[in-house]
């Protein structure tokens, strides 16, 4: 078989740029050289895309930006389905990998642009990143659907805010996330008025659009869902111990005290009941490719809500995700054929 053509795509304006930068070099460490021509295209914090031909150390550190670079962008155009660098050279691709977290990457933006471009894309098209990105939409399409979830209340820029009305129907704790972040930034949580109303002006600085959701006392469940039409749940679910009084930004990726349990140890029953909620969610959502669905579990009564679906989590060989496939026995290069598989299958 002919090697297929496939870029990743790393880096990224949003806040979890350095996420992907981790993520995307685990995947070009670990993919099958026999199988793929790998091209590198990096997007830096200010937007620039550069085609890197270096090597992943550097990508890891942040520093491929002073290595070999030249500027290239992936052309809209579908008779050109390749990076054009500013030399004019094109290089032809088959598929596309965006490793890429947050805004302009995984809310449908760049999968817009593959779809402009006839690439296949790993992953979600342009309607499931962009509801899943946006978590007030999301939870609508939730709601819809009859899946469990945290109540809330919407926000917009300029809109009042009337915190008894809110305090009323959520009540405290309460947490105030903007609309579209992700790795916790933004996200508060508060215990009384005056933290919810700081909390709403952090959550603004991140976005328009923010939500207040009900606090629940629960533990982190997440479940790993791959497919397109016919999406599977992984039989083995993970739970996260976040190291700080929430999964916040520094228990994601700071903290060594954070810990994941994998399998998460919940009841057979129990795994069922999340396993076919993900599974719903995702289609709901029109999602393809991959997801990691997470729930939130309440300590007391065992209930089970939807907190939110990753259309491209982190996706190291030690991310919850490709652990749970792991342990699934699909081992992370194997995954990362899958994945590239479900992207070509779209096509037909
Ligand atoms: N309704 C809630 N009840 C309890 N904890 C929550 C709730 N919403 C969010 N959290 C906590 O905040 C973290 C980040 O929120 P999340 O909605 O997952 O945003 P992000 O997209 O940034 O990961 C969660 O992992 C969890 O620890
Ligand atoms: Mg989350």
């Not at 290595?67 to 990076?83: E, H, L, M, N, Q």
């Not at 094109?90 to 302009?104: A, E, M, S, T, W």
């Not at 007391?300 to 190291?316: A, H, M, Q, Y």
Request: charged fraction near 25%; hydrophobic fraction near 40%; aromatic fraction near 6%.
């Amino acid at each position: 078989m002919d090697k297929l053509n496939l870029c990743i795509i790393f880096g990224g304006t949003s806040s979890e740029h350095d996420v992907s930068r981790v993520s995307a070099a685990s995947v070009i460490d670990n993919i099958n050289p026999e199988k793929y021509n790998i091209y590198t295209v990096g997007i830096t914090k200010s937007g620039k895309w550069l085609l890197y031909e270096g090597d992943t150390d550097a990508m890891r550190t942040g520093e491929w930006e002073s290595g070999k670079c030249t500027p290239a962008i992936i052309s809209p155009d579908r008779t050109v389905r390749g990076i054009v660098a500013q030399s004019g050279k094109v290089i032809p691709l088959d598929v596309v990998f965006p490793v890429l977290h947050g805004k302009y990457g995984e809310d449908g933006t760049v999968q817009g642009l593959l779809a402009l471009a006839d690439i296949p894309c790993v992953g979600s098209g342009v309607i499931g990143s962009a509801v899943c990105m946006d978590k007030c939409m999301a939870k609508i399409v939730f709601k819809n659907e009859n899946i469990p979830q945290a109540d809330w209340v919407e926000l917009r820029r300029g809109d009042r805010a009337d915190v008894e009305m809110i305090e009323k129907k959520l009540g405290y704790p309460c947490f105030i996330k903007p609309a579209n972040a992700g790795s916790s930034v933004g996200v508060s949580k508060a215990v009384d008025r005056e933290g919810l109303l700081r909390g709403i002006e952090i959550a603004f600085r991140e976005d328009e659009k923010i939500l207040i959701e009900e606090g629940i006392n629960a533990r982190e469940v997440e479940c790993s869902v791959i497919g397109n039409e016919n999406p599977e749940s992984a039989e083995v679910l993970g739970e996260v111990l976040p190291a700080n009084e929430f999964y916040d930004y520094e228990a994601k990726y700071k903290n060594a005290n954070s810990k994941l349990l994998i399998p998460a140890p919940v009841s057979d029953e129990m795994r069922d009941e999340i396993r076919a909620l993900a599974v719903r969610a995702y289609k709901a959502c029109e999602c393809r490719g991959l997801a990691r669905v997470d729930f939130l579990v309440d300590k007391k009564d065992g209930s089970v809500r939807l907190n939110e679906i990753n259309t491209i989590p982190g996706f190291t060989s030690i991310s919850m995700y490709s652990m749970l496939w792991d342990k699934a026995g699909v081992g992370y290069s194997e995954l990362i054929d899958r994945l590239i598989g479900f992207a070509l299958d779209s096509e037909r």
